[in-house]
Each structure stands twice: as C-alpha cells, then as structure tokens.
C-alpha cells in the first residue's frame, strides 16, 4: 500500500519534463527523489502534493486513486525551502493552525490540541521556544517548527522540497537526523527532493535516483552504490562509497 505513482508522465509544451515514471513508497519509508538541477523532482513532488497535475498516469494513495484529487483533500503535510510561518503568531500557534482551522465537529478540543503542539515541539526539540515569534528564531529553529507544524494534522504523507538547502552545513546536519528522528518515530511516509548526494545517503530509506525526467534508478543506498544501474548513476555517486565505507548513515 502507501503511495504508488503509475506511469506520471509531464510535458511543458515540448519539454517532456516527467517521462513515465513508476514509483512507490511503502508505509514508513522514507524516499528521496535524488538528480541534478532540471532532472524533475520538484514537479513529481509538486503532483504527488496536488499542487500540479500529470498529464497521464495515476498515483494511489492506500489504494484510494487520488490522481484528480485536490492538494488540501489529499491530507498530506508539506514542508519547503522557504518557511512560509505566520509571523505574528507565536512557534506553538503556528503549529496549532492547522488542528485550529478545521471545521468543528473534525476539530480536537482546545486542550488536545495542546498536547499534540507539546508533544511534537518536544520531539522537534523546540519545546522551550513554544512562545517565541518567528522573527527570533534561527533559520534552523524555524524549519523545526515548519516540520512540527506539518505534523500536526497527521498527514497521511510529508512531503518536503529541498528544506535544508538555504541554512549552513553544520545546521543542515543536525536538522538531518532530527527529520529521520521525527519521521521513524511519528511512523510517517516521507518523500524529500534533495540534489545533495550525502543527505540522501543520510536520511532515506530508498533513493530515487533521477535524470531527465527518468528514475534511473531506485533502491537503498548500498545497492546504488554496490550495482548502479547505468553510466549516469554511477557518475552522479561517485565518491558516495567511501561515504559509505565510513560507515555514515547506511
Ligand atoms: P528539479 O526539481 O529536478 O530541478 P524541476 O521539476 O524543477 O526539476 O524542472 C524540470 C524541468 O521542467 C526543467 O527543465 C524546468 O525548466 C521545467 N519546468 C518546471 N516547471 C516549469 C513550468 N512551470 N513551466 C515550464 N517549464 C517548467
């Protein structure tokens, strides 16, 4: 079950930008889409969200086809580069707003809410920044609190589009095993789009390796070093088996 991605193909006029692509996420997983800048990544993400439709195929979400579905029906948690938080509400209302926003009757009580905003900003290890603003947070703290707030609803799904990639290497490290942390542990499938061979190795499960708007290759990082499928895959990892000789992340 989890999600399945059938046959996604996507042109923009004659750019074929997503050529058949077949996909799937178990219950759990984490997956990184993995490619150079222009492979597809954003766009498969961007359709697996709702934000953008395929041209042709069909994606399955627990078996629901979900191929016309739209982004806010599909309950899925999102989490991008540029964290849009809402400034002039604290780090704990920010992560509350979506339990807030649901229609009564779906909506938790005051003081359920509470506890899952408690309960999640520990576990992000913000608990003790729940009453700051956005503007006194560092750009790390505040993509903590995007990943906390994308939780809250209990998304089927976490999606998330290059997160780490505006703060600085030392920040992104710790930010790394706390998404892995937070992700094996609220039992979340997740799907991150990265062009950075390392934090794919670090964090997922399984890696989708893409090239012009292909998956070349899809297996756990071990396997894509040990047999690369192709010329590209192999060139694109080079250097990663020493990464995975130093016995980092694998
Ligand atoms: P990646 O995330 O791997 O960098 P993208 O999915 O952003 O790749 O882009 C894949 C290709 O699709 C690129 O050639 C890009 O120029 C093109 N593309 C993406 N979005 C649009 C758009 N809205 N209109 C036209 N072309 C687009």
């Given at each position: ?45 961007r ?12 994606l ?18 999102m ?35 509470g ?14 920044l ?49 998404l ?71």
């Open positions: 079950m989890g999600l399945e991605i059938e046959n996604v193909s996507k042109s923009y006029g004659s750019n074929l930008v997503l050529d058949a692509v077949n996909l799937d996420v178990a219950p759990g997983e984490f997956v990184a889409l993995l490619g150079p800048s222009g492979s597809g990544k954003t766009t498969l993400l359709i697996i969200a709702g934000l953008q439709f395929a041209d042709s195929g069909r399955l979400m627990e078996g629901e086809d979900i191929t016309g579905l739209e982004a806010r029906l599909r309950r899925f948690g989490v991008f580069q540029s964290y849009a938080l809402f400034e002039h509400m604290s780090v704990a209302d920010n992560t509350a707003f979506g339990l807030k926003m649901r229609p009564r009757g779906r909506r938790p009580s005051r003081s359920e809410i506890e899952r905003v408690k309960t999640l900003l520990d576990m992000a290890e913000i608990g003790h729940a009453d700051r603003y956005p503007s006194q947070l560092s750009g790390g703290q505040r993509q903590r609190v995007a990943l906390a707030r994308a939780l809250a609803i209990e998304p089927r799904l976490l999606l998330l589009d290059e997160p780490f990639s505006a703060l600085d290497t030392k920040i992104r490290k710790g930010l790394r095993t706390a892995r942390d937070l992700q094996k542990r609220v039992g979340i499938s997740a799907i991150l789009v990265t062009h950075d061979q390392e934090e794919a190795f670090e964090i997922a499960d399984r890696i989708a390796v893409m090239s012009e708007g292909r998956i070349e290759q899809f297996g756990t990082a071990e396997e894509l070093v040990r047999s690369p499928a192709s010329p590209f895959v192999s060139e694109f990892l080079e250097g990663m088996a020493n990464y995975e000789n130093q016995g980092a992340g694998i």
